[in-house]
């Protein structure tokens, strides 16, 4: 079968996910808006009334608003490191899983992000950061990794979609409106599959990689050093940045399992994305969870260890207030998905999805008993105040704004699959050409 055939096959093949809204996608939106709308409502409260109907005072200054900032900012990492990574070594295994990975990277920088305007007092004053950064403070550099980290990610994607745009545009078969016709050519940006620019995208998006790889790991190194930096008991730790890395890198794959699961079952994709994704995701699931357990460890037992007052207080914290929080972010997100990825029986993809929503669970929990206990364990313990001042409790305006930003990547999420296919058509095509050859190669040369 010749290549422009092979491209309306494939077309026609995906052409159901792009044309079609089955009445439980449109329900499925329709639950989405509806928890957005309910977060606007939130939003809207919070901007009139105050942080005073937040659970935030002046002692736990940070909320779930920080804690969902560092996890979607690490998942989005994660997806730009794990991205790179593919499309640097030509892995054969790219094309079933890297739409997923960069659609997921892309909207999680987007959306994490505003989770810290959230916590801003006085949103009509944020321009300032801008106009006065101050430059030896680790926030100013976190803001410009993840400006540039974000329009990397925007180009990355977007070299990555052109040549699907491209197949979209010229195909006959795919009955879409004219105004959809439009964007892909728009998109497309002249592309025709020529030799001559197929070598030209694949450099760039080589080149793009090495840069993503790096942004990644430089930009949460940099979130990490807004806790490491200080003299907090509790955050002041010499192995927060490759702490920071290894969390983030293992809520990510979390999260890409979780999502590879979903596509595939929803989609019935399982042809593209097989066993053999998530019996190797499982193995990497594993080494990332074993290192997240042995930072984890370190951290609290160099704590533990040093007898140090004021880390003695933290922990006292952690044990007295949060002890289930620790048992299970410490213990259950752990070694629950070590005990699962480590026997072979058990990395089929039902297995696998499980032991990634405990370990992103376990993850979440672990940022929050970071942030939180710290920030109620002050260097001097303050006496007299309500304890509602002095403890956090989220409100449900705070929860209400956190699904709103789940609600948001869901969303945005399954409007780009239904605008572009999930698997990359020119991926397959350029698959099975490279199998063709690795065929036929060793016929020439006899």
């Known amino acids: 079968m010749d290549k422009a055939n092979r491209q309306r096959e494939l077309v026609r093949e995906f052409s159901p996910t792009i044309e079609k809204y089955s009445i439980l996608l449109k329900v499925w939106i329709g639950i989405l808006i509806a928890i957005i709308l309910v977060g606007f409502y939130a939003f809207y409260l919070q901007v009139t009334k105050g942080h005073e109907i937040t659970g935030m005072r002046d002692n736990v200054v940070w909320g779930i608003y920080i804690i969902n900032f560092i996890f979607f900012v690490g998942i989005s990492y994660s997806g730009a490191f794990i991205s790179g990574v593919l499309h640097y070594y030509k892995s054969p295994w790219k094309n079933a899983i890297s739409r997923i990975i960069e659609i997921m990277t892309v909207l999680s920088l987007v959306i994490g992000p505003v989770f810290i305007l959230l916590c ?14 101050r430059i030896q403070s680790p926030i100013t550099w976190d803001i410009i990794a993840i400006m540039t980290d974000l329009i990397g990610c925007f180009i990355f994607l977007y070299l990555t979609f052109i040549p699907d745009m491209a197949v979209l545009r010229d195909s006959q ?68 940045a490759p702490y920071f890395i ?10 890409i399992i979780i999502l ?24 990497i699931l594993l080494i990332l969870s074993i290192l997240f357990g042995y930072f984890t460890f370190t951290d609290y037992f160099a704590k533990w260890f040093s007898h140090k007052p004021d880390d003695i207080n933290l922990l006292n914290t952690l044990f007295n207030n949060y002890f289930w929080e620790f048992i299970f972010a410490n213990y259950i997100g752990v070694i629950v998905p070590v005990i699962i990825l480590l026997y072979r029986k058990f990395r089929t993809p039902l297995g696998v999805t499980i032991a990634a929503v405990i370990s992103v669970l376990g993850l979440w929990l672990n940022r929050y008993l970071i942030v939180v206990p710290t920030l109620e364990t002050p260097f001097i313990p ?65």
């Open 382 to 446: 303050i006496q007299d105040t309500r304890p509602e001042f002095l403890y956090y409790t989220a409100t449900w305006v705070e929860y209400a704004l956190s699904f709103t930003g789940i609600a948001a990547f869901c969303l945005f999420f399954t409007l780009l699959i239904k605008f572009v296919p999930v698997i990359p058509i020119q991926g397959i095509i350029e698959n099975e050409e490279e199998a063709e050859l690795s065929i036929t190669e060793p016929n020439n040369l006899q």
């Open 246 to 255: 290894i969390a983030g890198l293992y809520s990510g794959v979390g999260v």
């Open 173 to 240: 078969d795919l009955n879409v409106p004219n105004w959809q016709k439009k964007v892909y050519k728009f998109l497309a940006f002249g592309y025709q599959d020529t030799p001559e620019q197929r070598k030209t995208i694949h450099k760039l998006v080589r080149s793009m990689s090495i840069m993503i790889i790096m942004l990644a790991l430089m930009a949460y190194s940099v979130l990490a050093w807004i806790f490491s930096l200080t003299i907090q008991p509790g955050w002041n730790s010499t192995i927060f």
């Open 260 to 283: 590879m699961f979903l596509i595939r079952e929803i989609f019935n994709l399982k042809h593209y994305i097989r066993k053999i994704h998530f019996f190797a995701s499982g193995i």
């Open 120 to 133: 801003i007092g006085r949103l009509d004053r944020l321009h300032y950061l801008f106009l006065y950064p």
